[in-house]
């Protein structure tokens, strides 16, 4: 036995110096061995023109494993034998070098976004052998000019060729079955698309901003087309339809199910006016969404339902007309309205200036000004109860609103993007601002949260970087993580004590910020709720506070002391002393008052000292606070071997001495017997 051993370490000598050979090349690679075969893992070679090796240690190379040349920049072409089966998940993704690669017939699988943003790959040839094109394997190769997919592929996944913007002809075989999500999405330099009877699905957005599409024809073979398969198509003038196809149909280049009852979509490239055929009953999710050359539509006395989003960042629409007749929506203005006026569904996206919102309306619906850049003004009236998700989302030209305190519901994204916004006022109605609900709207300078709001949701003013006034009613109880994300421009926030919760994030990027005043009710600060408050320089935790998230103060490099005054509270659920997160890439002291618990020698990193405070302290939590079995206890702070007097009043007015005790430590444990005598009784203490 005692033999065995030197035949193994020979053999791996053996493979460690074939590695080291600079004519074997192998020293550019690192590798693993499975069941007699090699799998590449890595290259560390100089780049230029890389051979991958057919065998090494007499075993085939078969796989070029996940993330083995991503972000190799200075590799310009690469061979791959053919022993290789398989090119693994982001095999060369981010290669901005590469130009060429050639893939043998043995290749049967190509990963996931093996070749994403390979910006500089020209040419590429897919074998025939491979049958299916993973998500993103070629997303944002944009120096593609030509893709020849060979037959026998039978599924194009999802973003396979997004943002492909060179990308000027592709030839789907008729083996493809299914076009995935986003797949050609973004081609901005694909100009026509034939796509064989063999497809029988097109993705959601399959061919979205495909600029330079003039036309597209839809073979019978097609029966499922996920939604807006041509979004943003802008020069798209004509959809046309096999008419034998069963599921759908055209008329006048316009999208539609077979039996004409629903229109699907509408070609973005069409200028002009357009009377919705009297045969539709349906209008569908985003099927005139962007048409930037519609100026007017006709919606017939049928139509009954119209999807969310239908006319949104319609540019050029200064006209939304109903029939008289309709039973379900009527317009006034050229606005769009249900058919009680109570109800406002989109304003038109090319109308500009100021608009007043008729008295009957009680809802503004969802994405109804949407991109609506050309209002200035708006009035809202008394009569509105809910505004809507994305309402008024990206309408860069408002400049102020007035949220009337008739409104109790804003909804997510309400008045994100709105980049004019300088003043808003917030109705007292409002209970809860909604997530994104004013996110990037980088002009707003001051914000005052009504008494009416209890929450404020993720990255409700994210990215308002111009606020430097904000001001939280004692009503809000949960601050949603990032909701003040990036908003460098506050100096200080003081926190109510109302607020139990302020979220992961909640004003991270707040470089601004130079106070904070955490409230008595915060009992949670999320994962990196100050990260990155580079003017921080000092805080104060509450005892409130029992919990803090990872990186609570993570980059603060200004910050240099944090007071606590109550026992230790967890780090992500452990003992903060075995923390090294909570004020990692600075350096400071942690605080605490003698007499709370928790503390070692260490708390999120920085080392701990005992806080002493310039007068006597009555601890606010735990340590026998409040009524006990033998009188009514609580625990006082200062410094060592100092004596302290306990004072009683029952009147505030009127104090009596009660005892002078000794601070032993730093603290002193009072109780008082007497206290159940006294109707009410309330203490203070001083320096003797």
Same mark, same amino acid.
């Given at each position: ?62 796989? *070029? ?25 982001? =095999? ?23 070749? #994403? ?17 993973? #998500? #993103?394997?070629? %997303? ?36 493809? $079955? ?30 979205? =901003? ?12 097609? $029966? ?40 699907? %979509? ?43 989003? =239908?006319?949104? #960042? ?30 406002? *569904? ?9 608009? @007043?919102?008729? +008295? ?42 007035? *949220? ?122 999320? %994962? ?72 070692? @020698? ?21 340590? +026998? ?62 320096? %003797?």
């Amino acid at each position: 036995m005692k033999h065995q051993k030197y035949p193994n370490f020979l053999f791996l000598f053996a493979a460690l110096l074939v590695l080291a050979l600079p004519r074997s090349g192998w020293a550019q690679f690192d590798f693993t061995t499975n069941n007699g075969a090699i799998t590449i893992t890595g290259y560390t070679g100089p780049g230029g023109n890389v051979t991958i090796p057919s065998t090494t240690n007499g075993y085939p190379v078969t796989t *070029i494993g996940t993330n083995a040349f991503d972000y190799q920049t200075t590799v310009t072409g690469v061979t791959i034998p053919d022993s290789v089966t398989s090119v693994g998940n982001y =095999a060369f993704a981010q290669c901005l070098g590469l130009k060429r690669v050639v893939i043998p017939n043995s290749v049967t699988n190509i990963g996931l976004a093996a070749f #994403e943003w390979c910006s500089g790959l020209t040419n590429v040839t897919i074998p025939a052998s491979v049958t299916s094109l993973s #998500e #993103e394997v070629f %997303e944002g190769c944009s120096g593609l000019t030509n893709m020849i997919i060979p037959n026998g592929v039978v599924s194009i996944g999802v973003f396979a060729f997004g943002v492909c913007s060179g990308l000027t002809n592709v030839t789907i075989p008729n083996s493809v $079955t299914n076009i995935g999500s986003y797949a050609f999405a973004g081609c901005s330099g694909l100009t026509s698309v034939v796509i064989f009877n063999s497809v029988t699905s097109i993705g959601l957005g399959a061919f979205e =901003a495909c600029s330079g599409l003039a036309t597209v024809t839809i073979p019978s073979s097609v $029966t499922n087309i996920m939604g807006w398969p041509f979004w943003k198509c802008s020069a798209l003038t004509n959809i046309a339809v096999d008419a034998a196809n069963p599921s759908y149909a055209s008329v006048g280049g316009v999208l539609f199910n077979a039996s004409l009852t629903a229109l699907i %979509e509408y070609p973005a490239g069409v200028a002009g006016s357009y009377a919705i055929p009297n045969s539709v009953t349906n209008i569908g999710l985003n099927a005139f969404l962007s048409c930037s050359n519609l100026t007017s539509v006709t919606i017939g006395n049928s139509v009954t339902n119209i999807g969310f989003r =239908a006319f949104d #960042e319609c540019s050029g629409l200064t006209n939304i007309d109903v029939n008289a007749g309709n039973p379900s929506y009527a317009s006034a203005g050229g606005v769009l309205f249900n058919n009680t006026l109570t109800a406002l *569904i989109q304003f038109p996206g090319g109308l500009t200036g100021s608009y @007043a919102i008729p +008295g009957t309306v009680t809802s503004i619906g969802p994405g109804a000004f949407e991109a609506c850049s050309g209002l200035a003004t708006v009035t809202i009236p008394g009569s509105v109860t809910n505004i809507g998700s994305s309402a008024f989302d990206g309408c860069s030209g408002l400049t102020g609103v007035a *949220i009337p305190n008739s409104v109790t519901s804003l909804g997510n994204s309400a008045f994100s993007d709105c980049a004019g916004l300088t003043s808003v006022t917030i109705g007292n109605g409002v209970t809860d601002i909604g997530d994104t609900t004013f996110y990037d709207c980088s002009g707003l300078t001051r914000v005052v949260i009504p008494s009416s709001v209890i929450s404020i949701g993720r990255l409700a003013f994210g990215e308002c970087f111009g606020l430097t006034n904000l001001t939280i009613s004692d009503s809000v109880t949960n601050i949603g993580s990032y909701a003040f994300d990036a908003c460098s421009g506050l100096t200080g926030v003081v926190f109510p004590n109302s607020v139990t919760s302020i979220g992961i994030g909640a004003f991270s990027g707040c470089d601004g910020l130079t106070k904070v005043a955490i409230g008595n009710g915060v009992t949670s600060l999320g %994962e990196g709720a100050f990260e990155f408050c580079w003017g921080l320089t000092s805080v104060t935790i509450p005892n409130s506070v029992t919990s803090l998230g990872e990186g609570a103060f993570n980059n603060c490099p200004s910050l240099y002391r944090a007071n606590f005054e109550g026992n230790a509270p967890s780090v992500n659920g452990g003992a903060g002393s075995a923390d090294s997160t909570v004020f990692s890439g600075e350096s400071g002291t942690v605080y605490y008052l003698p007499g709370t618990s928790g503390w070692g @020698a260490t708390f999120g990193g920085w080392p701990t000292g005992q806080w002493y405070q310039p007068q006597p302290h009555i601890l606010g939590s735990g340590l +026998g606070l409040g009524a006990q079995s033998n009188g009514f206890q609580f625990t006082i702070s200062w410094a060592t071997n100092t004596a302290v007097v306990v004072e009683a009043s029952t009147n505030l007015q009127n104090w009596t001495p009660v005892v002078t005790n000794t601070l032993i430590a730093g603290t002193n444990a009072f109780s008082d017997s007497t206290w159940s005598s006294h109707p009410q009784r309330f203490y203070r203490v001083r320096s %003797e």
